[in-house]
């Protein structure tokens, strides 16, 4: 999936993180993809968003109705202005802005056949069915993708045929496996091992592999695919190999992906066989019975000229004899277990169907909007056809707490569609609420579209504040919705904040621009939190959303949480007192602080990661550190003499090379990147000698963008000529190893031979730097992975690509190496919406009052490989110590009073009213008390305030409105992992 082999008509900075998910491939298809979507009610405003945000080539608009008001609750393209005005007419000009790269038109006729055959897609929102049957059966004949979605209240359905014969070219996400190989031997078969260290597990009986990099054997590099047998050792069988020639070191061995083909029938064909790829026998029956109350939801429309009345027990009635008198499904082999109807399901499913809900389509539009991307890129497995999801765990499990048709009717207001599901008195509930969003990234921008349509915070005394420091860059623009070019640079949060607003002007949101960090407790602190009801967190680090999480404990705040990876998204609730605290999983949490040992990344690497973090040490080395070294003693006028030996080496390794010769030009310039090049990659390998030429491509772009750099160093003109570089390189003369010193050498010897500078060699260094220091300062290049223009990501993913070629590891491409080296997340539209409807369904419970356990869902979801799994969270693990059991949500408390507690009562009063002996007290890492201080020193501390004792050893007067000092304590007894509640100190 290299990112530079799009072609110029595709915006790789705009679209890079997705290029991550999809590919050039894939992104090349999707940009020449013509789609027609018919209805744009909250769902299809939620599919045309995600593909014109994703670069679809042109999407053509169709829905001739009028706006009203019920559509305000889910249509974010729409407003009070347009009610009347027709949907596709009023949204078209709001997704033009979205992205210019992306045609967006309407089609105001009907829907004919003729009309199908110029699109490859056609995607119908909100249809009835005789529709849907229609338009299927004119694009499976024709060889058109069609898919189908809807949603009723709480339950959504989507369908998808993509004919009979449909060929995924590229089945799964991930990247086709590669290992290093160890040797091959010539025989029939030729057996191949893998390199110590090598996921040999991960090879399968009968997968295709190719070769690549091998020296001896060349017969077998760039070879058609071949099929593999797995050894119990793990080693492969590879076919006959016995006339090749015989191995002698090198190569990879890489994984063919296999095309699959998808069989889907036509919707009049699967409506009575409904196939249902689910976990357990219980979810097959739930969709089935969804499958037949939404078909009776048809019939009832159908025989009425309109959908059931909100929470009307008599329409209820009806839906549930009309799903009894359906045709009866036919089942599968697999599926003949045939139960009875749930009748209490479709009575619930009609009693709240008449709503449209923001986090419905969301998530309902975003697995459209993904098989849509599937049918025209052929990536990723499309959907067996049907797609059932149903959130009516949002409801009120008490019965009585459900809402009457009273307080469900339309009251002509933006919320209709809500109130049509939960009432009027829940949505003056959510205008109440005062929530802080932290992060208004991709998911926080999805996230204040979701608040700003449900209302939450939209009352008059309700409230939002958004907090982030970062500023937009161009990359946001493909999944960030609410940002547009002209707002490239500003603040996220002040940009976010003021267009949330203009989705619902009653919304109240104030922007921060200062992270939520210990450096900042001053402003989020006692006061802040005071008056917020919860907290939802879209952040893009494990470090931040732990901080944010113990924010939420201390303070007994829920919270709401979401990340994406790829195609990959979860989303997780977190109520005081009902579920478990946040805690983040161990393995991601360990990966985003991933180091590598510096002997390891030097002289023995065996990953591409190794080579990465080496060639970003180098970019350091060579283009900031020794600039801004230089740039120091220019200033300071001091000797290197007067330095110590450890940072004279420093110094000297990083700034060597760079003294010999200031550069004049460009080809004093290319002289030193050549220099370099030789250094580390010819000499310095010895091996390599007669087989590193400088005229192969990654070679040459090593010189050319070590060339570059070197030059804006200096702020000499640069040149991003190849041809006119290969002319200079026959003119220049071979730089002499013997007069150049490594910056990061490439082996211990080299490494040594850098230590060695006596006092003729520092002494020339010195006068060196004297006469530099009359010239203009040098600049230092600070890394930058977005700017595919200034040779940054080129001299790393080269340099990196050179050194996997010295120690025989198979290489990353450049799209790979950026990845890594800028730690950048994939991300795509698609996942950032549906993990925040998955988050703001949970919003509802949580707004909605107490609530059991069993009512809140973890989710997680698999865009790539249709699969979506919620689950009940866990509950708080209860610990225990002697009498006292409490959780990580219980805390003691001291409240405030006159006159203020000393120590000595403090402990007194922790071992009358608790039972605990204190051991040892502190505040934050400060020591308050020991029990194994000496007399004197308890005697002097025991009779002062505790505010007075905390000031005393920590330095620190508390901050103005500070409400609460958090101790932590242990006690005497207590078991090694025992963690005690803290104790809240109230002043």
């Excluded at 929102?125 to 299927?136: P, W």
């Excluded at 889907?264 to 037949?292: D, I, M």
């Excluded at 595919?788 to 690509?801: E, G, K, T």
Aim: proline residues 6%; charged residues 20%.
């Amino acid at each position: 999936m290299d990112a530079l082999n799009a072609s110029k008509l595709l915006n790789e900075e705009l679209y890079s993180r997705q290029l991550y998910v999809l590919g050039s491939p894939a992104m090349q298809k999707i940009r020449g993809a013509r789609v027609l979507l018919s209805g744009l009610q909250g769902l299809g405003a939620e599919v045309a968003k995600n593909l014109v945000l994703m670069g679809v080539g042109s999407l053509t608009l169709h829905d001739p109705h009028p706006t009203c008001w019920s559509d305000l609750a889910a249509q974010f393209l729409l407003s009070e202005q347009d009610l009347e005005r027709s949907r596709a007419e009023a949204s078209q000009e709001l997704l033009a802005q979205l992205n210019r790269d992306v045609k967006v038109v309407m089609h105001t006729g009907d829907i004919t056949e003729d009309l199908l055959l110029d699109f490859q897609v056609v995607v119908l929102t909100a249809a009835k069915l005789e529709e849907q049957l229609k338009v299927d059966t004119w694009c499976h004949k024709h060889g058109v993708c069609f898919l189908a979605a809807d949603t009723w209240g709480l339950v959504g359905q989507l369908f998808c045929d993509f004919g009979e014969n449909f060929t995924v070219q590229d089945p799964t996400e991930a990247e086709p496996l590669t290992a290093a190989i160890q040797h091959i031997s010539q025989g029939s078969p030729g057996v191949l091992t893998l390199r110590k260290g090598a996921n040999t597990h991960y090879f399968c009986d009968g997968d295709l592999v190719t070769f690549s990099g091998i020296e001896g054997m060349i017969e077998l590099n760039d070879c058609a695919p071949r099929s593999i047998h797995v050894r119990e050792d793990g080693s492969l069988e590879i076919g006959d190999t016995a006339t090749f020639s015989r191995y002698l070191c090198g190569g990879a061995i890489t994984e063919v992906k296999r095309p699959k083909t998808v069989r889907h029938k036509s919707l009049h064909t699967a409506l009575l066989q409904p196939h249902v790829v689910a976990q357990n026998p219980q979810e097959v029956h739930r969709a089935h019975c969804l499958h037949q109350a939404i078909r009776a939801l048809h019939k009832f429309e159908h025989l009425h000229g309109r959908p059931p009345q909100p929470w009307d027990p008599v329409d209820a009635e009806t839906v549930v004899g009309l799903a009894q008198d359906l045709e009866p499904l036919k089942w599968t082999e697999e599926e003949r277990l045939e139960q009875p109807l749930d009748e209490a399901l479709v009575r619930t499913v009609a009693l709240s169907s008449a709503g449209v809900l923001s986090p419905m389509v969301a998530m309902l539009g975003a697995v459209a909007a993904q098989e849509v991307l599937k049918a025209v890129s052929r990536t990723f497995m499309p959907l067996d056809q049907w797609l059932y999801f149903d959130a009516l765990d949002c409801l009120p499990e008490d019965g009585e707490l459900l809402p009457s048709p009273e307080d469900c009717s339309p009251r002509g207001s933006r919320y209709d569609g809500q109130i049509a599901v939960f009432g009027a008195g829940f949505q003056e509930k959510l205008g109440r609420q005062h929530y802080l969003l932290v992060g208004a990234g991709a998911i926080g921008c999805e996230l204040l579209k979701g608040f700003a349509l449900v209302g939450l915070g939209a009352g008059n005394s309700g409230g939002l504040t958004v907090a982030d420091m970062d500023r937009i860059e161009l990359s946001n623009l493909s999944r960030q919705f609410l940002f547009r070019s002209q707002d490239i640079g500003r603040p996220k949060a002040e940009v976010a904040a003021a267009a949330a607003q203009g989705l619902n002007p009653d919304l109240q949101v104030i922007p921060l621009t200062y992270p939520l960090d210990p450096t900042t407790e001053r402003i989020y602190g006692d006061n802040f939190f005071s008056h917020v009801d919860g907290v939802a967190a879209a952040l893009d680090s494990f470090q931040a959303r732990r901080y944010v999480a113990a924010r939420c404990t201390h303070y007994l705040k829920p919270l709401l949480e979401a990340g994406t990876l790829g195609t990959r998204g979860s989303a997780q609730v977190f109520v005081p007192h009902v579920t478990e605290a946040y805690r983040a999983p161990a393995s991601a949490a360990a990966s985003e602080d991933t180091s590598y040992p510096v002997c390891t990344v030097r002289y023995f690497p065996s990953t591409a990661e190794h080579t990465l973090q080496w060639a970003r040490n180098e970019f350091e080395g060579l283009f900031r550190l020794s600039a801004e070294t230089i740039n120091h003693h220019q200033q300071a006028h001091t000797s290197l003499t007067d330095m110590d030996g450890t940072q004279t080496l420093t110094l000297l390794k990083s700034v060597f090379g760079v003294l010999r010769e200031r550069p004049q030009n460009w080809q004093d310039c290319v002289a030193w990147a050549l220099g370099h090049w030789e250094l580390c990659f010819h000499y310095g390998i010895k091996q390599l000698l007669r087989h590193l030429p400088p005229n192969k491509d990654t070679h040459l772009l090593y010189i050319l963008a070590a060339a570059n750099l070197y030059a804006q160093m200096h702020g000499l003109p640069d040149s991003r000529d190849w041809t006119a570089l290969r002319e200079l390189l026959k003119l220049l003369p071979q730089p002499d190893p013997q007069q150049m010193v490594p910056i990061f050498p490439s082996n211990p010897e080299l490494a040594s031979a850098s230590a060695e500078f006596g006092p003729e060699q520092l002494k020339e260094l010195n006068k060196a730097l004297e006469v530099w220091s009359m010239g203009p300062p040098l600049k230092p290049l600070m890394f930058e992975k977005d700017d595919d223009s200034n040779f940054h990501v080129d001299f790393v993913a080269a340099a990196a690509s050179l050194r996997c070629q010295n120690y025989g590891i198979p290489p990353v491409n450049r799209a790979q190496s950026k990845l890594i080296v800028g730690q950048i997340i994939p991300a795509i539209a698609t996942t950032t919406a549906a993990v925040a409807g998955l988050v703001i369904l949970e919003l509802y419970k949580v707004v909605g009052g107490p609530r059991p356990r069993s009512a809140f869902r973890h989710s997680y979801l698999h865009l790539a490989e249709n699969y979506l799994i919620r689950y009940m969270p866990s509950a708080p693990a209860i610990q225990t110590f002697h009498h006292l059991k409490w959780t990580c949500w219980d805390r003691l408390k001291i409240p405030a009073g006159q006159p203020e507690r000393t120590l000595e009562s403090l402990l007194a009063h922790l071992q009358e009213q608790h039972g605990l002996r204190v051991r040892m007290l502190l505040h934050h890492p400060a020591l308050l008390y020991s029990a194994r201080w000496s007399p004197e020193k308890q005697a002097q501390c025991l009779p002062l305030r505790v505010t007075e004792l905390v000031q005393r050893v920590t330095g620190q007067v508390p901050a103005p409105g500070l409400r609460v000092l958090v101790l932590q304590l242990s006690c005497e007894d207590e078991e090694e992992d025992t963690a005690f509640p803290p104790l809240h100190y109230e002043l």
